[in-house]
């Protein structure tokens, strides 16, 4: 069998995981890593600033991005290194056992179910109509704040971080392995962890978290195109393409920005507009067009990434049978 074939069974086989078991409930490694770059920018991220502070000189910018790349090196280089040398051995000591290892490391890193999971614990209460409950579920998985929101508020919410998440939890670990092997899954899902938790454009972290935020945004970028490509197919493709091409760029994250205005096409409806995040009141770009997402649409966007899934899953395998006869 290829390595192309190999690869593939890898694929289906880590969501295969995922669907059965979900992330793993104790020991994950994503967990640790968090800790880990939490420890390090406590000692790393010096002089810390008051927002009120945010404009500084422009030597103290450049020294807090210096130490922000040596935090990103810190972060990234000696695990690579330590994982990369052990599937060099695994790969010419036994093959299976490379593959087995692969498998394991791409189901760690992706997080389909979980995602899923997460909307509905929204979507439930929602539509039985507890507000109180669909706010405090919604705190889970935003950074905006959720005490005021309406019904309509958290739907949108959800739908926009379902959409965002398929790429950043599933679409691109799925890319990068079968670009890189598990080190390109490994390292996207690290640069991703790395721009959740300092990748925030307040005083605290606009400098130090520069590296972590151009290097996830350069690794998503070619995942997240055929994640808005994908929804489109799935979806209502003329209007998914059309919000895409028309909104994508009023929106701040160049990634975000495509995936979630093709999602909000390809399911015809409305989502975005005004949020506060951390009491401040933010005029947020209006994504697809249609009427504004109802409770109902969490899980039509939860059925468009599983569809997504499945449309990945099929013409991977399709390509890999076809390089597989050649």
């Keep these: 069998m290829s390595l192309v074939l190999w690869m593939a069974l890898s694929v289906i086989s880590a969501c295969l995981l995922d669907r059965l078991f979900g992330e793993p409930r104790k020991w994950h490694p994503l967990v640790g890593y968090g800790n880990y770059l939490y420890w390090l920018e406590k000692r790393l991220n010096l002089d810390v600033l008051r927002d009120s502070e945010f404009d500084v000189s422009q030597a103290h910018q450049y020294k807090t991005k210096r130490r922000g790349i040596i935090a990103w090196c810190c972060a990234t280089l000696p695990l690579v290194m330590i994982a990369g040398g052990i599937f060099e051995l695994l790969f010419h000591g036994s093959f299976l056992l490379y593959w087995i290892s692969s498998t394991l490391v791409l189901y760690v890193c992706i997080g389909q179910k979980s995602l899923l999971q997460h909307a509905d614990w929204i979507h439930r209460p929602l539509v039985a109509g507890d507000i109180e409950q669909a706010r405090e579920k919604v705190g889970w998985i935003v950074s905006r704040e959720t005490s005021e929101m309406d019904e309509y508020q958290i739907t949108s919410a959800t739908i926009e971080s379902v959409l965002e998440n398929g790429n950043d939890a599933i679409y691109g670990a799925l890319f990068w392995f079968l670009v890189a092997g598990p080190i390109g899954a490994i390292v996207f899902r690290m640069a991703n962890t790395m721009d959740a938790m300092w990748?925030?454009?307040?005083?605290?972290?606009?400098?130090?978290?520069?590296?972590?935020?151009?290097?996830?945004?350069?690794?998503?970028?070619?995942?997240?195109?055929?994640?808005?490509?994908?929804?489109?197919?799935?979806?209502?493709?003329?209007?998914?393409?059309?919000?895409?091409?028309?909104?994508?760029?009023?929106?701040?994250?160049?990634?975000?920005?495509?995936?979630?205005?093709s999602g909000a096409g390809a399911l015809s409806i409305a989502i975005g507009g005004p949020a506060v995040y951390h009491g401040v009141l933010k005029q947020k770009q209006f994504m697809g067009r249609g009427i504004k997402a109802s409770g109902s649409d969490i899980a039509r966007a939860c059925q468009l990434v599983q569809s997504t899934t499945h449309i990945w899953l099929v013409t991977m395998s399709l390509i890999a049978g076809l390089l597989s006869i050649q």
């Excluded at 978290?209 to 209502?236: E, F, H, M, Q």
């Design 199 to 261: 990748g925030y454009k307040n005083a605290r972290f606009i400098h130090f978290g520069w590296c972590a935020a151009k290097l996830d945004d350069a690794l998503g970028y070619l995942p997240a195109r055929l994640t808005a490509i994908s929804y489109a197919l799935v979806g209502n493709t003329h209007l998914a393409l059309n919000c895409w091409k028309q909104q994508a760029d009023h929106c701040e994250s160049p990634n975000g920005g495509p995936v979630m205005t």
